[in-house]
């Protein structure tokens, strides 16, 4: 099971059921939500593809400087690429274990076999020499999932893909809206990319997500693909007289509703992205006097990657100092949370794909990482206290006893 930040019966019962003190998310709100939902209500139609769809597409296309097409989650992007990709039962994709079950649900339900690589540990992102090693004649993607904001080698990865014809770079940046790499937007890099907008995110509207068509060539089918594999797009805009049934495709389009909300967000992206920075400095300055004195290890990505504080996570000496920790926080109303549960030791994932090398870093991560409150609402004061409490139970003997 994922651990998305919600409540374990441990964390419940420590705080009687009246939520976290400090939880480990809160949903954005951001101010003109309600006004445009308003205008949405009186509005035409509140199916996808209206006004407020095309206001929020604009944004992300001036961001990103290549189509995009909202869709209604992060998974509903994935699947829409996995469609695009054309893949036929045995082809490979290769991704990193350390995911969401969404990352691999997409194309395994095209009939590919996902092929689970190690991640880096400065970063938990994909590790570019494992997938390097983990190319075969039948790879026709390579899934870039940017954890937690932070970009993957997207040099290396380009090198390897451009050396391979017929294999594809996805951007899964679920976290990575306002992220870069060398300054340049992540969500740019891949033929496509998706993003998420899921109520965890740096912007959310409840459920919702975006793909971004880096690949032009691909957007006129993306689009059919998107409207139950009909040319309603092209209808639409008077470029064909009534439209039709073409191929096999989903209804991968946002509603209007939520439409509004994200563009609300949408317009405070960099306001959002700039205090979760902060915040994720803030508690990388408290924490570095245990990483020095090994009581943690922090995640430190290359000056390439410029991150948008989506997780900050650190990772304890030990599985068990790791819960305990965790024990020790939700006992002071702090919420703090793992992350993935490996994709190749899941039952799901054992049947249908399989492992190229170790993935010894991922089995690290899984076990001894811990997520700390962190979202645009976080007080710095909060940060300190969650700071000094780790530093209490880690290094004050504050996890003494405590089973
Ligand atoms: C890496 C990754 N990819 C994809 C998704 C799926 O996004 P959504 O929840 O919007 O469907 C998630 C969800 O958190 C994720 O973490």
Known sequence: MQVEGGRTAAAVSTTAGAGWRIPLHRTTRLGSELRYLAEALQGESLAADGVFSARAERVLQLRLGAPVRLTPSGTSALELCALGLDLQPGDEVILPSFTFPSTANAFVLRGA???????????????????????????????AVHYGGVACDLDRLGALVAQHEGVALVEDAAHALGSSWRG?????????????FHATKNLGCGEGGALVVNERRRLARIEMLRDKGTDRARF????????????????H??????????LAQLEHLDRVTARRRALHARYHDGLRELEASGHVTLLHPPAAAQGNGHVCALLAATERERDRLRAGLAAAGIEAAPHYEPLHASPFGRSV?????????TEGAASRLLRLPLHHTVQ????????????????????AGRA
């Not at 389009?253 to 994200?262: H, M, N």
């Not at 399989?354 to 010894?360: E, K, T, Y």
């Not at 300190?384 to 996890?399: H, P």
């Open 236 to 251: 639409r805009r008077g470029e064909v007289a009534r439209y039709q049934w073409r191929e096999l495709g989903g209804s």
């Open 380 to 399: 710095d004061g909060e940060v300190d206290e969650v700071v000094e409490r780790v530093r209490m139970l880690l290094r004050g003997g504050g996890l």
């Open 253 to 262: 389009g946002l509603g209007e509703l939520g439409a509004a909300v994200l």
């Open 353 to 361: 794909g399989r492992c190229a090398g170790s993935l010894r870093v």
């Open 113 to 143: 076999v996902p092929v689970f690589i190690d991640v880096d540990p400065k970063t938990l992102c994909l590790d570019p020499r494992a997938a390097e090693a983990a190319i075969t004649p039948r790879t026709r993607a390579l899934v």
């Open 184 to 196: 340049r937007p992540l969500g740019s890099f891949g033929s496509v990319a998706a993003f998420s």
